[in-house]
């Protein structure tokens, strides 16, 4: 049975033969940027691998945004009640706005361990329900008290590449690694006294009545 063409000029039979050469450099230049990737690939891990020494770590971390203090000890009483502040803290490109008490997930923060206590002291501003302190860009006085939780993986993303009439397709997978912190407190801002309703001051004397007749 005959082959069926769809092209009316021998004009784009001509153009078909140019792009199946095409395809093969093409081919060719795909193999030879895969190699390159690899050698690249090899780069970063061999940098990940190296040793940092203290002052590398602390200037590599202030970058970003952060200090590490010390690990977290069972007996630490770190955590406080949650209080009427807010904040809003910088770590690496991101911005989030925290109270403590919070968690938040950010991108894998270097040189620190689940349970370390860390500051974040790229604070932009600063809150309550009666003042606001913006800072600029950052307020020198202000940190964030917070400890790693959890080293953890985002969940999965499709990355697909393709081009038309060239044979070429890739497909490749990644996660995010992420690291998730609890904001534990926030200091640099006067910190105004949790409302009582009266209501339940009433009960609280009703029921210490109680005991003291009971006893």
């Known amino acids: 049975m005959a082959q069926r063409r769809f092209s009316s000029n021998s004009r784009d039979d001509s153009e078909n033969e140019e792009d199946d050469g095409e395809e093969g450099e093409e081919e060719e230049e795909d ?3 895969d190699n390159n990737e690899a050698e690249v690939d090899d780069v970063t891990v061999s940098d ?7 002052e590398e770590k ?12 010390e690990p977290l000890l069972p007996s630490d009483r770190f955590f406080k009640n949650r209080e009427p502040v807010f904040a809003v803290v910088q770590v690496g490109s991101h911005q989030f706005k925290v109270s403590n008490g919070d968690c938040i997930y950010v991108e894998r923060l270097k040189f620190c361990e689940v349970n370390d206590k ?7 501003m600063l809150g309550t329900s009666t003042q606001t302190i913006i800072g600029r860009p950052i307020l020198p006085d202000a940190a964030v008290h917070a400890v790693v939780e959890e080293h953890a993986l985002d969940a999965k993303v499709i990355i697909f590449k393709k081009k038309r009439r060239k044979n070429y397709r890739r497909t490749k997978g990644h996660r995010q ?8 407190d926030i200091q ?3 910190k105004p006294e949790p409302k009582v309703d009266p209501k339940q001051k009433r009960a609280a004397v009703k029921q210490q009545e109680k005991v003291a007749v009971a006893a």
Not at 118 to 124: A, F, G, R, S
């Open 118 to 124: 860390l500051i974040l002291n790229k604070v932009l």
């Open 31 to 33: 193999y030879d940027s």
């Open 188 to 190: 640099g801002i006067e």
């Open 58 to 69: 602390e200037e590599e971390a202030a970058a970003i945004g952060y200090k590490v203090i």
């Open 48 to 54: 990940m691998k190296r040793e940092y020494s203290a």
């Open 177 to 184: 690694e992420l690291t998730r912190l609890r904001i534990a």
